[in-house]
């Protein structure tokens, strides 16, 4: 039976960390900087290590480490999204937003979707371009299979009909098997969750970081200053329908979003078979990751008890706080422009007053308004008061109305009578042109048939006199072929008379001849060797022109598709010193090494799913002793119990220990860190 997590993780369980903060200082004069992601369900570690790399003047490499093909696919669709150029700020947060958590799409974002999933699909299976895909992700350790597999997930974005994936079919589905007989409770079930689990997990994290100023007692390496509980309405009916969040004004979110579609092995008796659907996380949603936290101090403020902001709007701040690091001088020229036009206003003028200015416009329009209303109304009464006094004078000149009246009558009869026999003079011209027309027809289709009537007598005369003319053929080329036999016969007759010295004498001229020959066949065989480049391309160019090669060059000038597309690098945001590796998944079964990573690892990160490989065998051949740990807490997991939360965590630390980690002072939120003892 699968558990309210699914099979694949789309999301992380925790706010996104800097690793780098957690390296720098360790490593002396080494420039390169190399870490494992295992496990983390999504890019916003790499994604906040990327906004803020110009802090950090070392080069860096990740390596991730995922157990699904399908999160390689979903890595290089958002990471693409915040680096791809052209885009606007808010324009790019609401796609991430929209594409990152939600279960259905708009418009939009679902036409931007099926454009990316096509050019993903084609660089993937590209020797060019696979070894540096955004510029920056290596798909080149990659098995063969793994790379045809992304290309499938990346078709399946643009070619899955409503039919083959309906995503509220599929979420109620999970959970009708998750619930079972509390599914009429199931709004109970997630009002449960999230006021009697989350709520007060949320507090002691508040709680901690107001002690300490950041996020558990120190804020180094995070990007969680404030936390905030203000995504509870969106958590309830993210719970029931699969939308987590609202992007702008546009709430009309109706497309299905493919790219958290997979495909599982279902049993059903005796049989097994594949089935499209989804089957990711049902229970904690993407809010650890997008709303739980943030540096904007808006995220604490509360009002009437309540969270001042709700989760779409923490969300929108945090994803527009990590494209202003990525993009800083991009996105400083729209704040300047913006600073100018606010610059324009008197500086004497605060707030107060043109509030004060603004209601006072608004106090004399509105009066403005009832003064035309006022003015509208005396216009209509005196319209009124002219109408009853011409009403009156014509009560008094009855006979003079009487002849007025009876003359406009007149009038319009004689118009009407006039437009009458119009109309019908009308209908008669065109009925006669129409006559006119059909005659006009049929004496073209007459004059047709006779036509093919005298066609088919000339053919028949032609037949006839071409059979003859046969015949006559035919017969002299029998007379002429007979006159050639004879003739033969005698040539023969004379050949035998002149004896054999004459047949000799040939049969030795035949001989040199057949020698000059096979020399001569010598020479071409050498020449055709010599000139076979010539002749290759010479059969290339005419497989070209005719269509009947098998091999096709391209016209001179003309170019492939990926030279007129350019390279996907190119539009793309250039980081240097950043380069992304991903490993195979196969790469689980065994971690005691990397064969991929060259040296010894900085830091290792593994996330709740990847807690089990915490063993002390885990890289053995690439720690070092500045190696640190960093692991995800189960805090945000809703169906375990405080107790159960507490043993988890009192586990990994004894499995920690026995591997030869020592726990350290400071942690990142929802996060523990290690380091070797």
Known sequence: ?????????????????????????????????????????????????????RQHKKRLKVFLLEAHVELYARVLLLVGICLQQGLGL??????????????????????????????LS?????????????????????????????????????????????????????????????????????????????????????????????????????????????????????????????????????????????????????????????????????????????????????????????????????????????????????????????????????????????????????????????????????????????????VDKKPELVEMIVEQEEEEMVKQMEMKVKKQIGKNKREEIYMELEKHKELEAEQQIELKNDSKDNCVNLLKTARAMGEVLEKSSEEKKIEATMNVRVDMKDEIKNGISDNKTNMNYICKGETSHVTGEKQNTANCIDNQPQIEAMNLTDSRNTGKGNILLPKSGSKSKAEEEGNTSNNYLPLEGVEVILLSPSRLKDLTSLPEVVGGLDLVYLSVAMAHLLTPTLLHSHLRQHTKLILETAQMLPELTDDQVQEFKTRVMSSATAAGWECSASHPLCHLTFQRS
Request: proline share 3%; aromatic share 8%; glycine share 8%.
């Open 1 to 53: 039976m699968m558990n309210g997590h699914g099979v694949v993780n789309w999301w992380g369980f925790s706010p996104p960390v800097d690793l780098l903060d957690y390296v720098e200082g360790e490593r002396g004069e080494k420039d390169t900087v190399q870490m494992l992601v295992a496990g983390a369900g999504d890019p916003r570690h790499l994604l906040l290590m990327l906004a803020r790399k």
């Open 90 to 119: 808010r324009e790019r947060a609401s796609l991430l937003l929209d594409l990152w958590s939600n279960l259905n799409l708009r418009p939009a974002s679902r036409n931007y979707l099926e454009l990316t999933a096509q050019k």
């Open 122 to 394: 084609r660089a993937v299976t590209d020797a060019t371009q696979y070894q540096a895909l955004l510029g920056m992700v290596s798909a080149e350790n990659l098995k063969y299979r793994e790379r045809d597999a992304i290309d499938a997930i990346c078709r399946s974005w643009y070619t899955l009909t409503p039919k083959q994936y309906d995503p509220a079919l599929c979420w109620d589905l999970r959970l009708r098997q998750l619930l079972r007989t509390r599914y009429d409770n199931r709004q109970a079930e997630a009002d449960w969750a999230w006021h009697m689990r989350l709520v007060h997990r949320i507090q002691k994290l508040h709680i901690n970081t107001s002690k300490g100023g950041g996020a558990a007692g120190d804020n180094e390496g995070t990007a969680a200053g404030y936390v905030g509980a203000g995504w509870g309405q969106e958590f309830l009916k993210w719970r029931d329908t699969g939308h987590a969040f609202y992007s702008g004004a546009d709430i009309t979110q109706h497309l299905a979003n493919t790219s958290l579609a997979s495909v599982v092995m279902i049993t059903e008796g005796m049989t097994k078979h594949r089935r499209v659907g989804y089957w990711g996380d049902l229970l904690t949603g993407p809010f650890p990751v997008l709303a739980l936290a943030s540096t904007d101090i808006r995220v604490a403020q509360m009002q009437n008890g309540r969270s001042k902001y709700g989760g779409s709007e923490v969300a929108l701040w945090n994803l527009e706080n990590l494209l202003h690091q990525l993009w800083p001088n991009h996105y400083l020229q729209e704040e300047q422009l913006v600073q100018e036009m606010k610059g324009k206003l008197p500086k004497e003028k605060t707030n107060e007053k043109v509030t004060k200015e603004l209601e006072g416009k608004v106090e004399n329009a509105q009066g403005d308004l009832k003064n035309e209303q006022l003015q509208k109304g005396i216009m209509k009464s005196n319209v009124h008061e002219k109408v009853k006094r011409q009403m009156k004078a014509m």
